[in-house]
Nanobody
Framework: QVQLVESGGGLVQVGGSLRLSCAASGRTFSNINVGWFRQAPGKEREFVAAINWSGRSTYYADSVKGRFTISRDNANNMVYLQMSSLKPEDTAVYYC?????????????????WGQGTQVTVSS
């Protein structure tokens, strides 16, 4: 089992920055991959970014590439999503997630454990 808790969401103006945090507990954190997803009102949950267990491999959705950075601190069981140059279309509930396997996927079905989400609102 893996428990995930997101934090760091809030209201920010267009062009601003936020850093989301995902605190993990349960399984040995340094062995698990982690992904970030988001869901806007009326839309399906979509992939944002993912990082492998060591932090050496990262993947991003095209919509956030160059603006968002995913990172991890295995010593403190944390994963971060640094978001900059935020746009109104980034407004969503952001979730971190972890798979049961070592596969680092981009689909919600690739992940088994989910946090409760944190709201990010970008105002224009």
């Amino acid at each position: 089992q893996v428990q995930l808790v997101e934090s760091g969401g809030g209201l920010v103006q267009v062009g601003g920055s936020l850093r989301l945090s995902c605190a993990a507990s349960g399984r040995t954190f340094s062995n698990i991959n982690v992904g970030w997803f988001r869901q806007a009102p009326g839309k399906e949950r979509e992939f944002v970014a993912a990082i492998n267990w060591s932090g050496r491999s990262t993947y991003y959705a095209d919509s956030v590439k160059g603006r968002f950075t995913i990172s991890r601190d295995n010593a403190n069981n944390m994963v971060y999503l640094q978001m900059s140059s935020l746009k109104p279309e980034d407004t969503a509930v952001y979730y971190c997630a972890a798979p049961m396997t070592y596969f680092l996927g981009r689909k919600t079905s690739d992940y088994n454990y989910w946090g409760q989400g944190t709201q990010v609102t970008v105002s224009s």
